[in-house]
């Protein structure tokens, strides 16, 4: 059984950083895409950061330029680097892993960790 396994959030002060880590276990195989989400209350759970098995990278438009995705280039490990975090920055960020193996999809989410940002 696959499980996705996030670590790194916590309560900083606008401006500070957090970098967020997503560990794997269980998957024989390397996953195709891993992403970060986030979902604030009483919000929608939005795309954050996606990169591919090939390290490339998109962004939403609101943390371009502050926040960087990475992935071990063997391990299923995907990392969120967040600078100058912003009080709209709070929220539970999700690790997610998707892609097809053996012609079949699979879409896996972690359990998220709290990011705080106070003003």
């Known amino acids: 059984q696959v499980q996705l396994e996030e670590s790194g959030g916590g309560l900083v002060q606008a401006g500070e950083s957090l970098r967020l880590s997503c560990i794997s276990s269980g998957s024989t195989f390397q996953f195709d895409d891993m992403a970060w989400y986030r979902q604030a209350p009483g919000k929608q759970r939005e795309l954050v950061a996606f990169?591919?098995?090939?390290?490339?990278?998109t962004y939403d438009d609101s943390v371009k330029g502050r926040f960087t995705i990475s992935r071990h280039s063997t391990k299923n490990t995907a990392y969120l680097q967040m600078n100058n975090l912003k009080p709209e920055d709070t929220a539970v960020y999700y690790c997610?892993?998707?892609?097809?193996?053996?012609?079949?999809?699979?879409?896996?989410w972690g359990q998220g960790t709290q990011v705080t940002v106070s003003s």
């Open positions: 997610n892993a998707k892609g097809r193996k053996w012609g079949r999809p699979y879409d896996y």
């Open positions: 990169i591919t098995s090939g390290s490339m990278t």
